[in-house]
């Protein structure tokens, strides 16, 4: 098993990230995390409060794309490991305007993996750059089956095309010059510190205002659900365990309709705060609005190599989970406050027609 030193982690701030280096410091001592984070409107440094700058956590503000920047730190820093989450992650977003998608998860990883060659060129046989990855990058699936590692790629949307992208691009720099590459491919997330533009947080905060549901097209699309805590794990797991060269896909066991979601989301936050003013339930909230172009019907993935190999499993189990998550939407309304700004409000009116 190999221990962590010097972290680099891409986009600390954001969703994944944040829970990510919450879990690292938790459960290792003698670590250093650098967190290199532009903080896109998706970039929430409140993420990360309560964790103080010092011997094991250091902020740097500053883009992957940044080739000077990402070369200093790794030579100021003596970085070993890379765990890489940076990215423009909203697939609603990458039908609107795919070209960030291009720059930071393409341009930004191809950035990130020339920093490593180059640093790690000499005798660097226990450095590790991790690639986190998404389900999203095998396509669509009908009623029955499985992604596992061997399923070939079918990126639908400029999401997922740039992602499988960076993979590639992970891969071949393992194949072409022995970098020491790890990818995984993990399924949707959810739990704390989520965007609230992401189907659970956005049904949680509308829920809570009595504000609109909007669910696309007939609320039967399919996705596997793996709580962010797990997914970190995992992550953490493949960093001490994982094969070089290999990949590895991460799932819940967890297939949800996204209509049961949002249903599920209803009832707990009927039971867990306030009745509405006007007396109705949750559930009244829901509308149906019109699909989202190319909207993959089913995602569900395969993760027995992961558990056989690695020995990782998920620990916490949906109805759980959801009742984490809703449970510390509520308890930290100055954190929902602070996302909900004037670019996010100007987003959701563009998207939701201001419903
Ligand atoms: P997120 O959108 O919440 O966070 C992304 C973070 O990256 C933000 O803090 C943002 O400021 C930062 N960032 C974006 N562009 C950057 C740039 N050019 N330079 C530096 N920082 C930049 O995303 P997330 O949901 O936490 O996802 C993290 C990673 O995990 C992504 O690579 C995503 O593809 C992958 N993933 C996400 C899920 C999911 O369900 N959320 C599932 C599987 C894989």
Known sequence: ERALKNLLVTGGCGFIGANFIRLALQQNS???????????????????????????????????????????????????????FAAESHVDRSIEGPAQFIQTNIVGTFNLLEAARKAWAQGASDHRFLHVSTDEVYGSLGETGYFTEVTPYDPRSPYSASKASSDHLASAYFHTYGLPVLITNCSNNYGPYQFPEKLIPLMINNALNGKNLPVYGDGRNVRDWLYVEDHCEAILRVLEKGVLGETYNIGGNNERQNIQIVEAVCDLVDELADPLADGRSRRELISFVKDRPGHDRRYAIDASKIRDELGWEPKVVFEEGIRRTIGWYLDNPAWVESVLNGSYREYYEKMYGGR
């Open 30 to 84: 003698n670590i250093r995390i650098i967190n290199l984070d532009c903080l896109t409107y998706a970039g929430n440094p409140k993420n990360l409060e309560g964790i103080a700058e010092g011997e094991s956590y250091r902020f740097v503000r500053g883009d992957i794309c940044d080739a000077g920047l990402v070369n200093d730190l790794f030579q100021e820093e003596r970085i070993d490991t890379v765990v890489h």
